[in-house]
C-alpha cells in the first residue's frame, strides 16, 4: 500500500505544489504593505505561562488518560499550584453523534484547566505584567469540534464558553498561537500568516479588531525577531498601536527563536509524553492489561 501512496504522491506532486504556489502576486504585495516593521524595545517584564498537556492510552473497554497544567514564570517559579488529573473512562457514544474522540474531549478538559489557572494567577497579577495562555482563544470559540461537545453533560465543558468569555474581560491575558487558519485579513485562498510569513521578514506586526461574543478583541500577527517565525497574538479590548507596541515589547525581550521563553517553559513543564504512560501504567498495573491494536502487533 505504501508503494501505491508514494506512486499517488509522484504523479500528483505538481497539482499538491501548486494549490500552495499558484496564489496571486497582489495578495503578497498587499501583505507587504499592511505589515508595519517594529523593532521592540528592550524593556524588562514579568511574564506567565499557562499551558497544559494531556496523553492516554486506551485498552479494551476503556482508555487511561494523564492531564496537567501549569502557570509558571519566567524564572521558573510557580504562580500557582499545577493541575494533575488521572483517571480512567470508557469511550463514550452518544445516538446522535456517535462515538466521541478522547482526544476532542481531553482537548477541552484542558483548555478548563487553563481556565482554571488563569483565573487563579489572574487574582495574584501584582507581580505579573501580561498573563500569556498558549493557542487561540478565537480558536476555541469557532473550533467545531468544541461546539459539538458544547451541549455535553460533562460539567468540565459545559460551560466552556462563558469561561472563556469571562477571560476576554481581563486586560492582562493574552492568547498566543504558533498558526492560525484565519485569512480574515487578506482574503486569500490561504491563511493569512501564510503571506505575511512569505511577504515579510522584518520584525514587525499587522493586526485588525474583531468581536466573540459582543466582545472586542484585537488580533496581531507579530514576528519578534528577523526571520523568525510569526505568531498569533490576541488581546482583549480594542488596542492601538501603542498598546501593541508596548506588548511586543514586554514579550520581545524573553523570547527564543520568535516566541516567549516563558511559554516554553510552560511547555516542558507539563508536557506528558509516552514514556510518562508507560512508568504510570506500570505503577498503577495497567501493563497487563490487552491494548486496542495487539490484534496488529502494534
Not at 8 to 35: C, G, M
Not at 71 to 93: F, M, N, Q
Not at 170 to 187: G, H, M, R, T
Request: glycine content about 6%.
Amino acid at each position: 500500500m505504501l508503494f501505491e501512496l508514494y506512486e499517488d504522491a509522484l504523479k500528483r506532486r505538481e497539482s499538491i505544489v501548486s494549490k500552495i504556489n499558484n496564489n496571486k502576486e497582489s495578495i503578497f504585495k498587499d501583505a507587504e504593505k499592511r505589515w508595519i516593521t517594529y523593532e521592540p524595545r528592550t524593556i524588562e517584564s514579568r511574564l506567565a505561562g499557562i499551558d497544559s498537556s494531556f496523553n492516554y492510552r486506551k485498552y479494551k473497554g476503556f482508555y487511561l488518560y494523564a492531564m496537567a497544567g501549569v502557570s509558571i514564570t519566567s524564572k521558573g517559579s510557580l504562580l500557582v499550584d499545577p493541575i494533575v488529573k488521572l483517571d480512567v473512562e470508557k469511550l463514550r457514544y452518544d445516538r446522535g453523534r456517535g462515538y466521541v474522540s478522547p482526544r476532542n474531549l481531553l482537548l477541552i478538559r484542558c483548555m478548563k484547566i487553563e481556565y482554571e489557572l488563569a483565573k487563579r494567577s489572574a487574582e495574584d497579577v501584582n507581580d505579573i505584567d501580561f498573563l500569556l495562555i498558549d493557542g487561540s482563544i478565537l480558536a476555541r470559540f469557532y473550533d467545531r469540534r468544541f461546539k459539538q461537545y458544547y451541549d455535553d453533560r460533562d460539567a468540565d465543558i459545559k460551560d466552556l464558553f462563558d469561561y472563556y468569555k469571562n477571560l476576554l474581560r481581563n486586560d492582562n491575558i493574552i492568547f498566543i498561537a504558533k498558526n492560525s487558519e484565519s485569512n480574515s485579513i487578506l482574503n486569500g485562498s490561504l491563511a493569512d500568516i501564510y503571506y505575511f510569513s512569505k511577504a515579510t521578514s522584518k520584525p514587525g506586526y499587522v493586526y485588525e479588531h474583531q468581536k466573540i461574543k459582543n466582545e472586542d478583541i484585537t488580533v496581531a500577527y507579530v514576528r519578534l525577531r528577523s526571520c523568525t517565525p510569526i505568531i498569533k497574538v490576541e488581546i482583549p479590548g480594542k488596542r492601538g498601536e501603542e498598546d501593541i507596541k508596548g506588548i511586543i515589547d514586554m514579550i520581545a525581550l524573553e523570547s527564543m527563536s520568535g516566541y516567549p521563553y516563558v511559554l516554553r517553559l510552560a511547555h516542558e513543564r507539563c508536557k506528558i509524553s509516552d514514556d510518562d504512560m508507560s512508568r504510570i501504567e506500570d505503577m498503577i498495573g495497567l501493563s497487563i492489561e490487552e491494548g486496542d491494536r495487539e490484534v496488529l502487533d502494534e
